[in-house]
């Protein structure tokens, strides 16, 4: 598919910051009961929210960068204590030069808020990103009757980065259809030459794919091999699955996808019927999954929840789904980690929200009775919860890509 002009997309991203700031940010602090939230860094130690507060063309803080967000009253203002402009997004409040934290200080004392909200946390890295000088020279400067209205802005961080807005949540299909469109280019005859291609060529493929287009990975695109029930890597048979996991980013949004092929033997015209029961039943899991997302629910309800439907139905599975939106490993509520397949304390705790999205990662192991084995079918796809339902964002897989 054709893609945007950088200059295009951050004209879109603008827009979206906008109305993020304006419409959705208000809402946010008052229903995590902060009126005025301090969110402070130095350049190249920046916050994990910071950036999403910024112009879509900023790359890092200049310096010393303070914004300020205040709902004291009826009316919403932002403003920055920076020493240099950055254009309409916010009015400046520094004079010239005037230290940014005295300059927030004096700004916060004209507002006269009742908690200020500070990006400090012990349980989430997203609500944590006040680093100690930073704090020392904060709490230095502000008097007493300040400094006694601190407060954890935690919940504020997750809750603005999770969110997100109707054209953030419709523009999804356009990021998903990239990932989608690029896998189905790799896991082709075009591309993979049984006896002679390798997984690590498909990996540079994605990379260099991915690159080409202007756009990033978030992680490095991994391609594995599933042989006799094994996991391997190294140069691809007939007979061989293909799974891949590429997280690749659009207009300021990631994705997270798996997805599978099958190479077909010279003797076969169509994939082995026990790998085509075997994917049905993951995306049965799948369904399992998706039903048990409900506003208010923790993930770690959705966890319990669905393994224990799964074990009705007789699966095998595991289930590892995770937050994405800005971050790929975004914020919100775990469910499941790979490696701990149980109910995780604090993260695990947070609750379904309207308007997020996930990477609904998990796998189920069956029995293939033409190759008389169990083998795994890893799917993950990006999803959107829009308080109704799961939305899988251009579809989601619904059989073996085929390699001839």
């Known amino acids: 598919m054709e893609l945007l002009s950088k200059r295009e997309q951050l004209e879109i991203q603008e827009k979206w910051l906008l109305k993020r700031l304006d ?9 995590t009961g902060i009126d005025m939230w301090m969110v402070a860094c130095r350049e190249y130690n920046e ?138 280019k790799a896991f082709s005859s075009e591309q993979v030459i049984p006896g002679e291609t390798t997984s690590q060529d498909l990996e540079w493929f994605f990379m260099e794919s991915i690159n080409s287009m202007g756009l990033n990975y ?31 980013g659009y207009l300021g949004l990631q994705s997270d996808t798996q997805r599978l092929a099958y190479c077909l033997k010279p003797d076969e015209e169509e994939i082995p019927d026990g790998l085509v029961r075997a994917f049905n039943r993951g995306m049965e899991f799948q369904n399992i999954v998706c039903s048990q997302f409900k506003t208010g629910k923790t993930g770690n309800q959705v966890f319990r929840e669905s393994i224990t439907e799964a074990e009705k139905n007789r699966l095998e599975a595991m289930l590892y789904t995770h937050p994405i939106g800005i971050h790929g490993h975004g914020a919100g509520p775990t469910i499941g980690l790979f490696d701990n397949q149980n109910e995780i304390p604090v993260r695990g705790e947070l609750k379904i929200n309207t308007n997020t999205c996930y990477a609904l990662e998990l796998n189920v192991k069956e029995y293939i009775p033409e190759w008389g084995v169990k083998t795994g079918i890893y799917l993950e796809q990006t999803v959107g919860f829009n308080g109704e339902r799961v939305v899988f964002f251009d579809d989601r897989q619904k059989e073996f890509l085929l390699i001839r």
């Open 23 to 31: 419409t959705l940010l208000p809402i946010l602090m008052k229903e």
């Open 218 to 248: 978030w992680f490095p695109p991994d391609v594995y091999i599933h042989r006799n029930g094994e996991m391997t890597s190294g140069v691809i048979e007939r007979g061989d699955i293909l799974h891949c996991d590429i997280g690749l």
């Open 47 to 184: 916050d994990p929210v910071f950036l999403s507060l910024m112009p879509p063309k900023a790359v890092s803080a200049r310096r010393l960068s303070i914004l300020l967000f205040s709902t004291k009253g009826e009316e919403f203002e932002r403003v920055h204590a920076f020493n240099y402009d950055i254009d309409s997004f916010y009015r400046g409040i520094a004079e010239r030069g005037e230290d940014p934290v005295e300059a927030a200080l004096r700004y916060i004392e004209s507002r006269n808020p009742e908690r200020i909200g500070l990006n400090i946390s012990e349980a989430f890295a997203f609500g944590d990103g006040l680093s100690k000088g930073l704090y020392d020279k904060i709490t230095d400067v502000f008097p007493e009757e300040q400094k006694r209205k601190f407060c954890s802005a935690e919940t504020l961080c997750i809750r603005w980065l999770e969110t997100r807005t109707d054209e953030e949540m419709e523009s999804y299909h356009v990021v998903n259809r990239i990932a989608h469109e690029l896998i189905s």
